[in-house]
């Protein structure tokens, strides 16, 4: 069975950083693209980032270019969210997700991601 875990979130000051991890296990991280979603209270759940199975290519939201990045490491079968510059509007629980594919769209849909991990919460407050 195809299981992810996410690890990683907390509480942060303005600007600070943070790491999230998202760790497989039931497949092998090599074959499929990987995308973190967020979710604050009270609003729809937002595609944040995607990367392809071979880190090729990534995607990532307006709200986060230019401070987030994302990074697989393929023989660990885990993928990164560095979040960098942090705002208290990125606040919000974040789920990592598997599609059946190796590749990223334009536009990440929630409907195209079949796995998701139980979500860590992100917390950004002075």
């Known amino acids: 069975q195809l299981q992810l875990v996410e690890s990683g979130g907390g509480l942060v000051q303005p600007g600070g950083s943070l790491r999230l991890s998202c760790a497989a296990s039931g497949f092998s991280r090599a074959y499929y693209a990987t995308g973190w979603f967020r979710q604050a209270p009270g609003k729809e759940r937002e595609g944040v980032s995607c990367i392809s199975s071979s880190g090729g290519t990534t995607n990532f939201a307006d709200s986060v270019k230019g401070r987030f990045t994302i990074s697989r490491d393929n023989a660990k079968n885990t993928v990164y969210l560095q979040m960098n510059s942090l705002k208290p509007e990125d606040t919000a629980v974040y789920y990592c997700?598997?599609?059946?594919?190796?590749?990223?769209?334009?536009?990440?849909?929630?409907?195209?991601?079949?796995?998701w991990g139980q979500g860590t919460q992100v917390t950004v407050s002075s």
């Open positions: 997700a598997a599609p059946p594919v190796s590749g990223c769209s334009d536009f990440m849909v929630v409907s195209d991601y079949h796995y």
